[in-house]
């Protein structure tokens, strides 16, 4: 593994997240799945209207299959605002935020030899409420 500037790794970081939620809401399967570490857990709170405490785990095979099945094409909203903000990067690992006009999420991304991948997300609608 090449070691990179910071900016190229804060770069490479935010393609990736952009890969993620672009090739999500495109509907590109192939693009969120070179975005995501094959052992991705992605999660979230109240998902479950009978349960607002359950918390749901999905994994890149389920994140690349609906995105291939049109989910996140659904959700589009055009004007997606597809904002990206690296706060930490160390080595190998990073943190960062994407905020757009559908979700919020805090991503965890590994540096692998195929690239940085998205190992953790943790994510919520975004409502007016609770933009911050």
């Known amino acids: ?10 770069a490479a970081v935010v393609r990736t997240a ?42 890149a095979p389920q994140m690349i299959e609906a995105t291939a099945r049109g989910e996140g094409r659904r959700e589009d909203p ?4 597809i904002e990206v903000e690296v706060e930490h990067l160390y080595g190998t690992i990073a943190n960062a935020t994407v905020r757009s006009a559908v979700y919020v999420e805090y991503l965890q991304l ?7 991948k998205i ?9 007016p409420s609770q933009d911050q």
């Open 110 to 116: 590994v540096h692998t030899r195929h690239g940085w």
């Open 1 to 10: 593994m090449a070691a990179e500037s910071s900016a190229d790794d804060r």
């Open 18 to 59: 952009l890969d993620y939620f672009e090739g999500w809401f495109d509907g590109d399967a192939a693009r969120i799945e070179s975005a995501l570490h094959p052992e991705l857990a992605k999660r979230s709170l109240g998902q479950d209207s009978s349960d607002p405490e359950q918390l749901a785990t999905l994994t």
């Open 78 to 81: 055009g004007d997606r605002r």
């Open 119 to 127: 190992v953790n997300a943790l994510w919520a609608y975004t409502t």
